[in-house]
């Protein structure tokens, strides 16, 4: 058997291995912990310039890079604020999207306060967007959104709830001046609404409504001056997903979970008579897993998910410019980051056993393609583990993908009983594909093989794929974990003895669920921000967002139903199952955690301590859910690579 799981290993994507024992670097702990030197690429719309954030002498800095000249200037220190995204609004202005956890007095609770701010290359002055702007609404999140620019330069579209405290708010549109940083009513909307869609000549092409307390779903335009109803349904959550306009802005482009005919997921197209036809992009391999716009949402192309990302644009000539690039690196993932306005350059992200991340220009006028940056200046190519796509048979026949990184420099042909570790993702609703992954690389690099399984329920591989991990948190999703240790198992890949369970946000709660439903198949247990007490979630979404909200809806047919279901989620709770654990626990949790409150992991640390068990509680000060501040990222990594490496690494040799 070990031929053919080398031979699929190999042939899944074409990849060609060194089966060879080689001498491996390894980097500092820090090299993978730390957040990525180079990030948020975007490239201005006259292809001129490159914008980023560099880590730069311990510093985050808003970076520009110079496609003709080819040099680099740092322009900003925003080593202060958790930034979250760089644009270009146009060749003049760059946008900064940053966050903060917020408490407000007068408002229950704290929330992920966002933001934005302008930069002006010729000036050098920087504006926080929307800050002075009469009637804001003071505790809000989401306020660095930006849905449109506009024909006038140094103008853009933001959304924002408008009212004092005293008020029912409205999510309103705003036209904002980025010289000065104020805005402008430019239309209003209601407490109802939730997003806005305009063209550059300020047409509100769309308007999107939806009332939680009647499950009412409306959509509006005003192309011919006035509002006029475009669409309206009665659904208990959100129908579909909005997502753009079509390019000849004849109508919008909507997304739904599936085709009937194909099971992956398709795109549709609604005129503003409310009439909707198939946009005729549905594969019957792989879901639509995004799309492209530009700066108004117009549409450009989509994305094809998979183990490495395929793609379908609009232009003739650009699709065959992008395939172009992907054809000449077969063996590598490449990501589409940006363009300029006419498309002669475009920017990417490659993924490869080479590179842990490279920045390329393609420029089309002389075909020729420009390392600007690797995203990790500080790990050789050497030091990388192979991330290839394989898949087995669950127990109950079911075909489970997966991606195996092998660890650096390992001789595949003769490789056996290798440590283990098994690293779920999050989501649920989401999946596991190649590229670089810090934590997997890390273990990689230190001889680990790494295991991350694509169980039912994740994204990516059509509709019934996903709606089978429907009510199966901890059940068959959690077979589904076991049944791909089980299989490197017999192949004599992985040691028995030694394998960890590694996790974050869902990705932990699958970590706990194996340390409690299957105590005997893991030596350790690392859960990062896990959902632990699944009736004390729900009551809390419920408490946060409010009775009627579909969120709510979403939860109950994803997880379950806390009245009707009560004893069953009692069941697959791993807080309740304490008393079963053999193996010791690290939980690692961030203080500021919006999304999964840490509260989950306290649950989870006194069931463990009242049960008598081993278990280790890291709270990282300041950390969001995402692990956004590189100095605890590093610190959450040191703690999982010392526990890891005690419990089946050469510490515990």
Not at 20 to 30: D, G, R, Y
Not at 326 to 341: C, E, G, K, L, T
């Amino acid at each position: 058997m070990r031929v053919f799981v080398l031979a699929v290993l190999a042939a899944w994507l074409g990849l060609g291995f060194n089966t060879a024992s080689a001498e491996v670097t390894h980097p500092p702990l820090e090299a993978y912990g730390d957040l990525p030197s180079i990030r948020y690429m975007d490239i201005s719309p006259d292809g001129s310039k490159v914008a980023y954030v560099q880590r730069h002498e311990g510093a985050d800095y808003v970076a520009l890079f110079d496609t003709v000249t080819k040099e680099r200037t740092y322009l900003l220190n925003i080593d202060e604020v958790e930034t979250r995204g760089v644009f270009f609004a146009d060749s003049e202005n760059i946008i900064i999207r940053a966050s903060d956890t917020k408490f407000v007095p007068g408002y229950r609770g704290e929330f992920l306060y966002s933001g934005a701010y302008g930069y002006n290359l010729k000036t050098k002055k920087l504006k926080f967007l929307l800050r002075g702007t009469d009637n804001i609404y003071p505790a809000q999140g989401g306020l660095g959104k930006i849905v449109g620019h506009d024909d006038e330069s140094g103008y853009i579209f933001m959304p924002a709830w408008m009212g004092d405290r005293y008020s029912d708010p409205n999510y309103s549109l705003l036209r904002v001046n980025m010289k000065t940083g104020k805005g402008r009513r430019f239309k209003s909307g209601n407490g109802d609404t939730i997003d806005w869609f305009v063209d550059t000549d300020g047409t509100v092409l769309a308007r999107e409504d939806y009332n939680n307390q009647y499950d009412a779903y409306k959509i509006y335009t005003y192309i011919n001056g006035n509002r006029e109803l475009v669409y309206e349904a009665e659904s208990p959550r959100i129908p579909f997903s909005l997502i753009g306009v079509k390019p000849d802005r004849s109508g919008l482009i909507i997304m739904d979970d599936t085709d009937s005919e194909t099971g992956f997921n398709e795109l549709y197209e609604m005129d503003f008579s409310g009439n909707i036809t198939s946009a005729n992009l549905e594969r019957d391999d792989a879901d639509i897993q995004g799309v492209y716009t530009d700066g108004n949402r117009f549409m450009v192309g989509v994305r094809y998910s998979g183990a490495v990302p395929a793609y379908k644009f609009f232009d003739s000539e650009v699709d065959a410019a992008v395939a172009e690039v992907v054809a000449r690196f077969p063996n590598a993932a490449i990501h589409v980051d940006s363009w300029s306005d006419d498309w002669t350059k475009i920017l990417y992200r490659f993924y490869a056993s080479d590179t842990p991340g490279s920045l390329v220009l393609q420029d089309r006028t002389t075909g020729s393609l420009t390392l600007i940056a690797d995203t990790r200046d500080n790990i050789p190519p050497d030091a990388l583990g192979q991330a290839v796509a394989v898949s087995y048979v669950a127990r109950d026949g079911l075909k489970i993908p997966a991606i195996v990184t092998w660890p650096a420099g390992v001789d595949l042909a003769s490789a056996n009983n290798l440590p283990l570790i098994v690293m779920p993702h999050g989501g649920p609703a989401s999946y596991s594909g190649v590229g670089f992954h810090w934590r997997a690389q890390y273990f990689a690099n230190r001889g680990y093989l790494v295991l991350q399984p694509n169980f039912r329920g994740s994204t990516g591989y059509g509709n019934e794929f996903e709606e089978l991990g429907h009510g199966e948190w901890g059940l068959k999703m959690q077979d589904d974990v076991t049944g791909g240790v089980n299989m490197l198992v017999k192949e004599g890949l992985a040691d028995p003895d030694r394998v960890c369970i590694v996790g974050a946000s869902y990705g932990g709660y699958s970590a706990l669920a194996g340390g409690a439903y299957t105590p005997d198949l893991y030596k350790c247990v690392v859960a990062i921000a896990p959902v632990t007490d699944l009736r004390r979630m729900l009551s809390d979404e419920r408490w946060d967002l409010g009775k009627n909200h579909w969120v709510l809806d979403y939860w109950h047919e994803v997880i379950g139903d806390p009245q009707a279901e009560r004893e069953k989620l009692d069941a697959i709770s791993p807080a309740n199952a304490a008393e079963n654990f053999t193996a010791p626990v690290l939980l690692i949790h961030g203080k500021d955690d919006l999304v999964v409150p840490i509260k989950q992991s306290r649950i989870m640390e006194g069931a463990l301590k009242k049960a008598g068990k081993s278990v280790t509680f890291i709270e990282l000060k300041g950390e969001d859910h995402w692990m956004s501040d590189g100095d605890t990222r590093i610190e959450a990594l040191g703690a999982m690579a010392s526990f890891v490496d005690q419990h089946i690494g050469a510490e515990a040799e």
